[in-house]
């Protein structure tokens, strides 16, 4: 899901990093013991990930955070928060206000979905309450400045991701007005209801909660443009593969993808060739999966209100997906072209995103469960990113048969939400024994494993968060003392 946004400058703020990084690291006490974190950060030449605190106080401070008998899944916890969590962090950089957190492999911006599966487990360690507030006010700095210069048809939109003005490259923060003009993976609602599961946090609910609201607002009225409650992608650039980008970028169903103008709006300057002719089972079950969120948050807040209107939302979002995209014979939900309803036959891993979002009936659901263990899915490394019966399917191509650790997760964490539990622990102990094996990788070979792509991506840490929301086996037991509540 990224795009051109990177470093190619090796010294680039490295001193300004590494202050503001003593500063957060210093702020961190060790479980119960009130002891400060000392910290020892080894910046190594960038663009790989710069500032990374001393193992041996990481691995003292995870050991009280962490539950677990085995030194191999301690380690593994090591690892995956000193290169996928706080080595992602980067200080305040205009036009970013706040602390904000780096993909990884020198993409230099902070980007919607990679984001929210960080700040998740950042969450976890003791006095980041400051810094995650600061991650997601980025995203609603973004959202006013962006309001105050488009006409109201666009406002709401938060961007793929931002770029801080002095980020190198020919497309930086400066031409954020233009560029990127498409969003991403709807997931900031899930992203922030995780943290709040674990730190109770209720300032950041009640900052973001409004520019929530107004961000999916966005996402129904410009992705869904025949108002049948399916999302598609598109962008204000016109430019189809940008559009991609606001999903799996090189997705099979999304390759005969056109750009056509809104349907329902008249034709004219403000209603260009910006929106795609397909909508998509994955971000249509991202955006339920939040208004879920959004929901349970507004509830939280007591504002019943909006949680009613969000509630609405996902009820006729699920209803449109059981209809038009469910496909029995794929065992999964297909993509469709929004002019016609005909479904693209082609069936991808985004086809099996709706098990999280709640959104299969429980017969549906285990069709779903059984067709993950056939020969088209169940690879060595399970889940790959398109059927291996497709024609298209290429067992290390970028979303078109390799296998990503993110969307395994969310396959883990839908199976077991439907009691599919042994299905779920499969995919989830191969992933994990994998990653243990070859190491924390953007991506991995779906045949033989072998890691592709960035390693120590930040994403990639939901290999450490298979194993502490219970989706593993008992081969794999690792549990955090603050539990999701």
């Not at 013991?33 to 500032?51: I, M």
């Not at 060595?380 to 067992?395: G, I, Q, W, Y």
């Amino acid at each position: 899901m990224k795009d051109s946004v990177q470093v190619s400058n090796a010294a680039l703020l490295t001193m300004q990093r590494r202050s503001f990084l003593r500063r957060v690291f210093s702020a961190m006490t060790i479980g119960s013991c009130g002891h400060l974190f000392a910290h020892s950060l080894a910046v190594q030449g960038y663009p790989n990930e710069l500032a990374q605190p001393d193992r041996e106080q990481l691995s003292a401070m995870l050991k009280d955070l962490l539950v677990s008998d085995s030194p191999e899944l301690h380690n593994f916890a090591v690892d995956v928060y000193a290169t996928c969590i706080l080595g992602k962090i980067r200080p305040a950089d205009s036009p970013l206000a706040h602390a904000w957190l780096v993909p990884g492999g020198g993409y230099y911006a902070q980007w919607l979905w990679d984001t929210m599966f960080v700040v998740d487990l950042l969450a976890l360690l003791p006095g980041q309450q400051q810094v995650i507030r600061g991650v997601f006010q980025n995203y609603w700095d973004f959202q006013a400045r962006w309001n105050a210069v488009k006409p109201e048809f666009m406002h709401g939109m938060v961007a793929n991701f931002m770029a801080p003005f002095d980020a190198p490259g020919s497309r930086d923060g400066k031409t954020w007005k233009s560029f990127p003009a498409y969003s991403q993976a709807p997931l900031l609602a899930w992203g922030m209801e995780r943290v709040y599961l674990r730190n109770r946090d209720k300032e950041l609910l009640r900052a973001g909660l409004a520019m929530l609201e107004s961000f999916h607002e966005w996402y129904w009225r410009e992705r869904d443009i025949h108002a049948l409650g399916l999302i598609g992608v598109g962008s204000y650039s016109g430019d189809t593969q940008e559009a991609r980008y606001e999903t799996y970028d090189r997705e099979v169903d999304l390759d005969g993808l056109k750009m056509i103008p809104h349907p329902a709006r008249p034709s004219g300057s403000q209603n260009g060739n910006w929106y795609g002719d397909i909508a998509i089972p994955a971000n249509s079950a991202y955006l339920l999966i939040s208004e879920l969120s959004l929901a349970r948050m507004a509830k939280e807040m007591g504002d019943h209100a909006m949680a009613d209107r969000r509630r609405a939302k996902y009820e006729r979002g699920v209803a449109a997906m059981r209809t038009y995209m469910w496909d029995e014979q794929a065992g999964c939900f297909l993509a469709v072209h929004t002019g016609t309803l005909k479904k693209i036959t082609t069936a991808t891993v985004g086809g099996f995103m709706p098990l999280m979002a709640r959104v299969p009936t429980k017969k549906q659901a285990a069709r779903m469960a059984e067709m993950l263990l056939t020969p088209a899915w169940a690879t060595p490394l399970p889940v790959p990113t398109v059927s291996r019966t497709d024609a298209e399917f290429k067992s290390d191509e970028f979303w078109r048969g390799d296998v990503w650790p993110a969307p395994n997760y969310q396959i883990c964490t839908g199976l077991a939400a439907y009691g599919n539990h042994d299905a779920a622990a499969r995919i989830a102990d191969l992933t994990v024994a994998n990653a243990i094996k070859v190491g924390i990788s953007e991506r991995y070979h779906s045949l033989t494993g072998a890691p592709l792509g960035v390693a120590g991506l930040g994403m990639s840490s939901t290999t450490l968060s298979m194993i502490l929301d219970g989706l593993t086996s008992s081969a794999y037991t690792m549990r955090p003392h603050n539990q999701l509540r």
